[in-house]
């Protein structure tokens, strides 16, 4: 099951019986992204419903669909100053196959290359609706 730091207050709103703000203090929300978590509580082994989730920070980025992720490394967050980046599109993508190797430790870019342009079209659409194009690595 994936849970991330954006599920822990649409869990707790749904188990106090609350909910999702619209707005606060006048100002318009935008919608929670997470996925409560509440209904794993009394069934362990239910499926996951939080299976697609994208991720981007410094320019670095991923994503994670039921069970598959495919990431990137743009650049180290703790190196500031006069650092040379790449063009975003020079960036390599890693493919990993959570339901075998969770430590992403065996690479399958390269055998498995249709399934790494789905992750990076799921997260492109998941960027774009969240915001996150364009990209900016500026620190």
Do not use: C
């Not at 009394?42 to 992720?69: C, I, K």
């Amino acid at each position: 099951m994936l849970i991330e730091v954006i599920d822990v207050a649409p869990t707790i709103l749904e188990a106090a019986g609350i909910p999702e703000p619209t707005s606060v203090d006048g100002v318009t929300q935008s919608p929670m992204e997470g996925t409560s978590m509440l209904y794993s509580f009394d069934d362990p082994a239910a499926p996951e419903r939080h299976d697609l989730q994208y991720f981007e920070m410094f320019g670095n980025r991923g994503v994670y669909f039921q069970g598959w992720s495919a990431v990137t490394k743009h650049r180290t967050p703790w190196e500031l100053g006069a650092v040379e980046l790449p063009a975003f599109d020079d960036d390599v993508w890693e493919l990993y196959d959570g339901s075998k190797d969770y430590s992403q430790a065996h690479d399958l870019a390269r055998e498995m290359p249709d399934r790494l342009h789905e992750l990076q079209r799921l997260w492109l659409i998941e960027a774009t609706k969240y915001n996150v194009i364009p990209l900016d690595d500026r620190t």
